[in-house]
């Protein structure tokens, strides 16, 4: 029954999201004997981004921590801080004046480190944690080229290239204040491969240039992008740093990891998985038509699973997030195609989905076609960014909860 495979697709993504808690990664992590090798105890902690809070709790379960400094969204989950730990919130996606505060305190935190240094680093603490690098930028320089970085469409890690040459922490800039010997463990929101650009590499050598970083801005065809694209260029402006010696990386998991434990719990759950190997990094409408693509070539009994995070062009001053688009798209186009068959999840991985009060989105025959709204509205809600609009035509909003996780999203497709 329908209401049957809907329930288990919901009950699929909350225990693959549970098995990929930040607090079980960690410890995962920190058993490996690599990374025992690489830590000498007690630490001097510092954990920055969305999932700062689990990590530190996972941490604080398998080392022994001296002291702490968190950094971390508003918005998101906060388990229990150990009651030495310094806790400060900055704001996530726009910058404002609790991130640069966050960052003044962190850069206090650093400079009187008493013990080696164990980072973690997620995603979101490129905005929640801001400094300026002065005196060749200033705070609204970060404020409105983070602005239009997210607004572009860009994918992540072209920002986080912007992002790292206008700051006095990111691009490795924070790794040269750590002594040596500083350990960092990376939970990864970006491309497989690419995790060293998290939170825009803050302990990491940065091989980007201050000219890649202008001509990004430059290509974003904004008068004031532009301006600053000059100052950029300027010779005087210090590079972020190539090398950093003697640190130690490793990564705690990525979008992989979430597809993976999804096709456990798939399995656990009596079905056959079918994953799709590769990420998906593209715009809403290409990852739209290649879930349906795969929906074409799925049986009964299988579900599938991918993940990755779709970009979207912000064209309007309506609301809405990439899951909430992408369950509009992909419910009208089985409608349009006459499936009453298509049952779906497309859901972020943190538990909030944009400015929405949602974490995810099921889709159900039920919506899309008993639901149906004309098409001229549809087209208008796309064209001003507005999808939150009409998407319970479409699809089942699941409650936002935020879960401390930050791996990128998840979409399930399934026959019923």
């Not at 969305?50 to 918005?75: D, Y």
């Not at 490129?126 to 409105?144: G, I, N, Q, Y």
Request: aromatic letters at 6%; a negative charge.
């Amino acid at each position: 029954m329908m209401s049957d495979l809907s329930e288990d697709l919901r009950q699929i993504y909350l225990k693959t999201l549970y098995r990929s808690t930040p607090a079980l990664l960690i410890q995962e992590c920190l058993a490996r004997e690599e990374v025992k090798r690489s830590l000498e105890e007690p630490v001097s902690l510092v954990a920055l981004g969305k999932s700062a809070s689990g990590l530190m709790k996972g941490a604080a379960a398998s080392i022994q921590i001296a002291e702490a400094f968190a950094v971390l969204p508003e918005r998101y989950r906060q388990d229990a801080f150990p009651p030495f730990t310094e806790v400060v919130y900055g704001t996530h996606p726009e910058i404002s004046d609790a991130s640069f505060e966050a960052g003044e305190k962190l850069i206090s935190f650093v400079e009187k480190l008493k013990y080696s240094a164990l980072v973690l680093v997620s995603g979101g603490s490129s905005a929640c944690l801001a400094k300026p690098l002065e005196p060749w930028f200033t705070r609204e320089d970060l404020v409105k080229a983070n602005r239009l970085l997210i607004r572009s469409g860009l994918p992540i890690e072209r920002m986080n290239i912007v992002r790292k040459h206008l700051s006095a922490i990111k691009g490795g800039r924070l790794g040269e204040m750590l002594p040596s010997g500083t350990v960092t463990l990376v939970l990864s929101d970006v491309s497989r491969g690419c995790w060293p650009v998290v939170g825009s590499g803050p302990t990491f050598p940065d091989e980007s240039t201050n000219h890649e970083a202008a001509e990004i801005l430059a290509d974003l065809g904004d008068a004031w992008a532009m301006e600053l694209a000059m100052r950029l260029k300027d010779r005087d402006v210090p590079d972020t740093p190539g090398t950093l010696r003697d640190r130690h990386h490793f990564l705690l998991g990525d979008n992989g990891t979430l597809v993976e434990n999804a096709t456990v719990q798939i399995e656990m759950m009596g079905y056959e998985p079918v994953a799709i190997p590769q990420e998906l990094d593209a715009d809403v409408g290409e990852i739209t038509e290649r879930l349906w693509s795969e929906f074409q070539n799925l049986e009964k009994g299988q579900i599938l699973a991918g993940g990755g995070e779709p970009t979207v062009e912000v064209t309007g001053q309506g609301r809405g997030g990439r899951c909430s688009e992408i369950a509009v798209r992909l419910g009208k186009r089985a409608r349009d195609e006459g499936r009453r068959d298509l049952l779906a999840l497309v859901a972020s991985s943190d538990g909030v989905d944009g400015d929405t009060d949602a974490s995810g989105y099921l889709l159900e025959p039920s919506r899309y076609f008993d639901r149906a709204i004309d098409d001229r509205i549809y087209d208008r809600a796309l064209e001003n960014s507005n999808s939150w609009s009409i998407v319970d035509s479409f699809a089942i909003p699941m409650e936002a909860r935020p879960t401390g996780n930050n791996l990128r999203d998840i979409f399930f497709v399934a026959r019923g």
